[in-house]
């Protein structure tokens, strides 16, 4: 069941087009990621479903009514404030009973929701707290608590772990996790910028750059095939290599060779016009593996080696103006600096873009 | 040749005073360091000590010598004055002075009036300036308005007085009126408009009073009794008293809304506006509260724009409308500043002396404490009755002022 909907949902400020044409359909009890560098708009469209920016083109559908022209409380969602914006003058209970209040519920019906999300959260001893009286942790407890009495449709998270630390962030985003199995039904839009959050959160991503959505879908969907360059590099750390190489053999298997001799043969079909064309050759870091010999797909200069134990990262000269190539492998390996290595990926590890930076498996 | 020339005169004492206080922190640092406890000899590094822990005292010396001298000094011999007798060459009389003074009926009319001017001009400049910051906050021009509202604070009480003195001001009727308030005045005639504007407005101003009081006491009611735990004694005897303030508004406004339709008014006559028993105090009031609304209004919105724009997303998310908004987000937020933008305007409400100096002198019943100080200090010639009426001012603005302080401190931290 669609839960939420945008229909070419654009926003623009007096001339300036910050966001154009995004067409999304969230399922109920998806936990959607919202993705992408700073400045993308991530946040204008969370703020936009919220209803604190103005849509200014298209239709924003939730449970299948028209919210564009309704307030933000009317929209049956809740949000959770990055800064966590707890009233600083209400203890946790008042926080949390805020919005019931407002809506006029009886005193029974506001006292058991804000009981049941306390014991939810473990806030119940912290009740009769001001905020400032908590850490950073239960500081965000208690904004997701105050989200979580409303009982909404959708839930809206605007990079919510951003101000902890970082033993701190990792604790909360298992919290969040645990959350979302134990409201199995609710739906979740969740802002962030740090990839690893929404690797390990999300049902489906959305990867938004410049204004526009690059991809969506399921994590793993993305690491494995991103539709083009700007995904293939976004997600994945280290970020993939891109090679710049020439198609030699088209059809249901393909061919390319690359300036220092190396090639390589895909199991991604191209067609015959596309015969000695210019294309990129993606590569990520950790699907390379040393080689002898012949027969191997790029060749560099070692510069700099990172050796942490589990893996070791290797920096390779960049040729020319062409970035730099990374290598992670797995363990310890002896490797001098300025050592002339050959490297080789499986072929079904290896991803192809043409020149304009869009994957040959999304070509239409 | 320079007394002939105030320009230089001043310049000359300019350059002497700034060149005295230097020469003071100069020459005293001089001789302290190589006269008093010399960085030499076998005692260097104790001397070195030393003359820094004397060093606070010799830049505190000038400012605690003129406190001690002109307000420390004179608090103690208005003491002693407010306990003797002038015409009895000094003596001492123990409390005659606060007896006699307690005896007269002007004492008490000033005394009335200052409490007067205590409720009403800081509630009224405040309120006022909190309205004008938070309207004022997301206009573009919202800071040309903000100007205009701060510019009386540049003027001084008696130009202030003086302007509103030609407000007031009075012509035979047969003249042209040069006070506005006059002018307006004789342009109500009794007719269908004067009772709208004079009556039926202001019955419908009084009602909405009346029923804010009752709405906003019922508010306080309901939270009170719903969370009853935790609450202090404090917290409740601050109820209460709000309560009984509460129904004292609803009575007086609904009284007044009332009174309105049984007043003859006057019209087609000039009125003498400052010799209108008791309203006359609202006239003179109307001064400070025009001088001091900017003041709130500045202090105010610096600390409306300081509230985090994420907590009043938050209310917006759960539901509040603007009024809630302002009086349960941002109001509670700023509670602090409120507090010390009161009490500071509170002072200055328990010193006014200049307002009505030069607009009443304290004639039909409009007398302040710090006018009627005056007249029996400089005009009656009578020390002992001046020093006692002072020593009831000083006893009236202690309390205030060490709250004051303590809650701008409160707000620093």
């Known amino acids: 069941m669609t839960s939420l909907s945008l229909k070419g949902v654009s926003k623009a400020y007096g001339s300036m087009e910050v966001l154009r044409d995004i067409d999304l359909d969230i399922e109920q009890g998806e936990l959607v990621v919202f993705v992408g560098p700073s400045g993308c708009g991530k946040s204008t469209l969370l703020r936009m479903i919220a209803g604190l920016e103005k849509i200014t083109g298209g239709t924003l559908d939730i449970d299948n009514v028209v919210v564009n022209d309704l307030p933000p409380a009317q929209r049956g969602i809740a949000m959770v404030f990055q800064s966590y914006a707890l009233y600083p003058h209400m203890t946790v209970y008042d926080n949390m009973a805020f919005s019931l209040k407002l809506a006029g519920k009886s005193r029974q019906e506001i006292d058991t929701a804000v009981r049941s999300a306390a014991d939810m959260l473990q806030l119940s001893q912290y009740l009769d707290r001001l905020p400032k009286a908590l850490s ?73 750059h410049g204004g526009g959505i690059e991809q969506v879908g399921a994590p793993l969907e993305l690491y494995e095939r991103p539709a083009n360059t700007f995904v293939a590099q976004f997600i994945g ?128 | 040749m320079l007394s002939e020339n105030p320009a230089l005169l001043g310049l000359a004492t300019i350059i002497l005073g700034v060149g005295a206080c230097l020469g003071y922190f100069f020459l005293s640092n001089l001789v302290l360091d190589k006269v008093v406890f010399p960085a030499r000899g076998k005692h260097a590094g104790r001397n070195i000590n030393r003359a820094n822990m004397v060093r606070p005292w010799l830049f505190l010396f000038p400012a605690l010598f003129a406190l001690g001298l002109y307000l420390a000094y004179p608090v103690f011999e208005t003491l002693r004055l407010s306990l003797t007798d002038r015409s009895l060459g000094g003596a001492f009389v123990g409390f005659d002075n606060y007896r006699q003074m307690m005896n007269e009926a002007k004492f008490w009319e000033a005394l009335r009036n200052n409490m007067l001017w205590l409720i009403v001009v800081p509630a009224i400049s405040t309120s006022f300036g909190l309205l004008a910051a938070q309207l004022t906050d997301r206009l573009r021009w919202g800071n040309l308005a903000k100007s205009l509202i701060f510019m009386p604070m540049a003027i001084s009480f008696v130009g202030a007085s003086v302007i509103f003195k030609l407000i007031y001001d009075t012509r035979p ?18 007719g269908a408009g004067s009772i709208f504007v004079l009556q039926i407005l202001p019955t419908v101003f009084f009602l909405a009073v009346a029923g804010l009081a009752v709405f906003s006491g019922w508010g306080m009611f309901r939270d009170g009794s719903a969370s009853l735990r935790g609450r202090s004694l404090w917290q409740m005897s601050l109820r209460v008293c709000a309560a009984v303030l509460g129904l004292w508004l609803v009575w007086a406004s609904i009284s007044a809304a009332v009174g309105i339709w049984f007043v003859e008014l006057p019209y087609g006559e000039p009125q003498t506006w400052l010799t209108i028993p008791f309203w006359n105090n609202f006239f003179l009031m109307a001064v400070l509260i025009w001088i001091q609304t900017g003041f709130a209004m500045v202090i105010l919105s610096a600390a409306l724009r300081g509230i985090p724009e994420e907590t009043v997303e938050a209310a917006i998310v759960d539901g509040a409308n603007p009024f809630q908004i302002f009086f349960k987000i941002k109001v509670p937020q700023i509670m602090g500043t409120i507090v010390v933008v009161w009490t500071t305007i509170t002072l200055t409400v328990l010193k ?47 309390p205030i002022l060490v709250w004051n302080v303590h809650n701008a401190r409160k707000e620093m931290r």
């Open chain 2, 173 to 190: 009727a047969d003249q042209n009126q040069i006070g506005v308030l006059n002018a307006i005045w004789l342009k109500f005639d009794g």
């Open chain 1, 237 to 364: 750390s280290p970020a993939m290599n891109l090679i710049e190489a020439k198609v030699t053999e088209t059809g249901p298997r393909t061919s390319v060779i690359m300036a220092d001799g190396g090639h390589a043969t895909l199991p991604i079909p191209t067609r015959a016009e596309d015969q000695g064309n210019a294309v990129k050759l993606g590569v990520r870091p950790e699907d390379l593996s040393l080689v002898e010999g012949d027969d191997f797909l790029v060749s560099a200069d070692v510069e700099i080696i990172e050796a942490l134990g589990e893996t070791t990262v290797l920096y390779f000269k960049p040729k020319s103006d062409a970035p730099a190539l990374i290598a992670k492998l797995p363990g310890i390996h002896q490797i001098q600096r300025g050592t002339h290595l050959k490297l080789i990926a499986a072929p079904e590890k290896l991803h192809l873009f043409d020149e304009n930076g869009v994957s040959f498996l999304y070509r239409s």
């Open chain 1, 136 to 208: 950073g942790g239960q500081r965000q407890r208690v904004a997701i608590g105050r989200a979580i009495v409303r009982d909404p449709k959708v839930f809206l998270f605007d990079e919510p772990l951003s101000n902890l630390d970082a033993a701190l962030r990792v604790a909360t985003r298992i919290e969040i996790a645990q959350l979302k199995e134990s409201m199995p039904d609710s739906t979740m839009i969740y802002v962030t910028h740090d990839q690893v959050e929404a690797m390990t959160l999300a049902t489906r991503i959305v990867v938004l």
């Open chain 2, 352 to 398: 006014v002396f200049d307002i009505v100096f030069a607009m009443t002198n304290g004639q039909w019943e409009t007398q302040v404490l710090a006018n009627y100080m005056y007249d029996k200090l400089f005009r009656s010639n009578d020390w002992g009755v001046g020093s006692a009426s002072a020593i009831v001012i000083m006893l009236l603005v202690t």
